[in-house]
């Protein structure tokens, strides 16, 4: 990461995107007999049967297949393998100890990843080995995350719920008024218990207003255990308090001459003010209630006070930061509850910390933010941003990939799937699954995996191959050019064959509907690395490679944008921006068949790197990025692509300049988070309709 940030202050030229060259190689995950000399007839060193117990492998066995997994519990510590050879007379090692065919061997196991081998030696010397990994389910407490109201905390309202979020999903039949309890001097509340499994959220809801002036103590006992373990919390029970408002009047404030004082100022039960007065009537003659954030409030709490307070989100029609509703924030006016700016900021409250070089991805009506660097270091943190709602909610840290920025991510279903990357110790060649439904990590399978990278590039094959391709580059030594293909369902790696490309890092690669398309980056031609502007489709029905034409391409660069445009009217690769050789480009062209198509020159704006762009139909919107000077851009072009040759014009201007930020189509909006620019990584984002542009 550091030296991608020295490379932002010179001019391009003076870095390399990488350090010495080397060519990565595909390998199989099965080792094969070689036959003895003179021409005799080689003796079989296949197994012709392969058991465990507990458990079963994944695949079925095969004597061809020499790479199995077996899931099994978190309680077991020791599994029996039973391996027996086709020739009698063949030697049989199980993890490097003496065997016999047939027979069980009891292997120790540890919680995490356990290989096992199995080697069978024929007589004349030859030998294959079969690898069995016994995945043993690990175990983990579940934690406390958030509790509101926070420990501590006073002048609480007395009609407040109490609310405890977990690390992991709770069995919610274990969430209940005798593990969940809320007391004061010992005497327990009368309530309900709730849980929440997409939020992992418990709630208590007391029958009847608390005691004001008061003391509680909120327990969760070991009761309450996780839905996949059944372990309790933590250090169980875990407690804390917090401490109720006072009702009473201040001294020389008269209450409310409707009604009788105190409870003329609000229901206690239901938190609802009787009479809702404007901050203005608050006075010693109508004292009591203001109107706050939208709705009438009950005083008492440590932020509203009985009297005084200003009023709060009163005007929804031409407030820039309360337009339309409370806390829907406008770049510009406000205008009859609606922002004039087609640009509007994402909300704040409750966003992801600063960061950038993160993933982001577009699931129904919500964005998905993970990872990235941040000021402290790499993360693995996230959110989801709900733009409806406009609301930010954390994702889970249970099971959560290792910190890491760079990493590549696309969406499966309801499956966000994350690899590789870079950490502070250099390249990752791990992952991760969140299923958004529930959200819940899973880590995904080692075994086969491509080997650590970052740099590279990432698709997913739909229906009928449904996989996840990973291919090219760099190990942080050399750029590769191997790949492999995860199926989700499974959880198991195909390696891909070999393709007629050097290898290479910092290129692009998009899905057609039918091949991956890979183009452009840094590569290696064996002497040096070069820009290239060459490229490839892989086709996985048949699993080959087919070069692309090379007449009419853009000119040789790495870190441009590209993605499948489909509009109909035309459809094909389209790739934008970028740097090259002492120049960075506004220009790029659209692959269609077996063609390019010049794409015009950026419309009045920077050539750049770093940019990001979506394509909602028929539009294709770019913004951002960091020109060559090093500057970095707040502007962006939108291509309509319904007319031929495609038309372009300027986007208007609103987020702040940036670079690393991300960019997805979230229900017809562009939407950009994060990034970084001259002050350092940013935590602000915004999101452009396009259909509301002049």
Not at 113 to 125: C, E, M
Not at 364 to 378: D, Y
Not at 498 to 520: I, N
Not at 627 to 638: A, H
């Amino acid at each position: 990461m550091r030296f991608l940030i020295l490379c932002l202050a010179v001019p391009f030229l003076a870095c390399a995107p990488g350090a010495s060259t080397t060519t990565g190689s595909s390998s199989s995950s099965s080792a094969s007999s070689s036959s003895g000399g003179g021409g005799s007839a080689s003796v079989p060193v296949n197994l012709i049967g392969l058991n465990v117990a507990p458990g079963s492998l994944n695949p079925a066995f095969s004597p061809d297949v020499t790479s199995y997994r077996v899931p099994v519990p978190g309680d077991t510590a020791r599994i029996a393998v039973t391996p027996t050879t086709q020739d009698s007379g063949a030697a049989l090692r199980v993890n490097n100890v003496a065997s016999e065919s047939g027979a069980p061997s009891a292997v120790n196991l540890t919680p995490g990843l356990n290989p096992i081998t199995v080697v069978v030696s024929s007589r004349d010397g030859n030998a294959r080995t079969y690898t069995v990994v016994v995945d043993v389910a690990v175990s983990t407490e579940p934690s406390v995350l958030v509790v509101s109201p926070t420990a501590g905390a006073v002048s609480i309202p007395v009609g407040t719920a109490v609310d405890v979020t977990f690390s992991e999903a709770m069995a919610a039949s274990t969430i209940t008024e005798s593990s969940f309890t809320v007391s004061a001097s010992g005497a327990l509340v009368s309530g309900a218990a709730t849980y929440d499994v997409t939020t992992q959220t418990a709630r208590f809801t007391p029958a009847n207003a608390l005691q004001a002036d008061t003391l509680y103590t909120v327990t969760i006992n070991a009761e309450a255990v996780d839905e996949d373990d059944g372990l309790p919390i933590a250090n169980a029970p875990y407690t804390w308090t917090f401490r109720t408002a006072s009702t009473t009047a201040p001294t020389g404030c008269l209450s409310n001459p409707d009604c009788a004082e105190p409870a003329a100022i609000c229901d206690q039960v239901q938190q609802q003010c009787v009479q809702c007065l404007q901050a203005s009537d608050c006075s010693a003659v109508m004292p009591g209630t203001v109107c706050s954030l939208g709705a009438c409030v009950c005083p008492g709490d440590a932020e509203l006070a009985w009297c005084g307070r200003l009023a709060q989100c009163v005007d929804l029609q031409t407030a820039t930061q309360n337009c339309g509703q409370c806390g829907h924030a406008c770049f510009g006016q406000c205008t009859l509850g609606q922002c004039v700016d087609p640009w509007e900021p994402t909300p704040t409250t409750g966003a992801p910390s600063a960061r950038g070089f993160h993933i982001a991805i577009a699931t129904g009506s919500r964005m998905v933010v993970w990872g990235g660097a941040t000021s402290a270091g790499n993360t693995s943190t996230g959110a989801y941003l709900d733009v409806n709602t406009r609301e930010w909610s954390p994702t889970s840290l249970a099971n959560v990939p290792t910190p890491r920025a760079r990493a590549t991510a696309v969406l499966v279903g309801t499956k966000v799937v994350v690899w590789g990357g870079e950490s502070e110790d250099g390249a990752v060649g791990t992952g991760g699954i969140l299923d958004v439904a529930t959200n819940r990590w899973t880590a995904i399978s080692q075994v086969n995996a491509p080997s650590p990278r970052h740099g590279h590039s990432m698709v997913y094959a739909g229906a009928p191959v449904s996989r996840v391709i990973v291919w090219g580059g760099s190990s942080g030594s050399g750029y590769l050019n191997n790949g492999a293909a995860l199926d989700v369902t499974t959880n198991q790696w195909t390696a891909l064959p070999v393709g007629p490309l050097r290898a290479r890092m910092e290129h692009s690669a998009v899905w057609s509907g039918s091949s991956m398309m890979v183009w452009g980056g840094y590569a290696n031609t064996g002497s040096e690395s070069v820009h290239v502007n060459d490229g490839a489709s892989y086709d996985p029905v048949v699993a080959t490679w087919t070069m692309l034409a090379s007449n009419s391409a853009p000119r040789p660069r790495l870190r441009h944008q590209a993605l499948w445009v489909d509009s109909g009217a035309s459809s094909g690769m389209m790739v934008l921006g970028g740097s090259g050789v002492s120049t960075f480009f506004g220009d790029g062209g659209l692959y269609s068949g077996t063609s390019w198509t010049p794409v015009s020159d950026f419309f009045g704006v920077d050539a750049r790197a770093f940019a990001t762009a979506v394509f909602i139909p028929p539009w294709v919107l770019s913004w951002g990025g960091q020109n060559y000077s090093g500057q970095f851009d707040d502007d962006g072009v939108v291509y309509d692509t319904r007319q031929t040759p495609w038309t372009v014009a300027r986007l208007p201007t609103a987020p702040s300049a940036r670079a690393h930020h991300t960019a997805v189509a979230v229900d017809g909006r562009m939407v950009i988070w994060g990034g970084r620019d001259s002050t350092g990584y940013l935590g602000t984002g915004a999101w452009l309709n396009p259909a509301a542009l002049p």
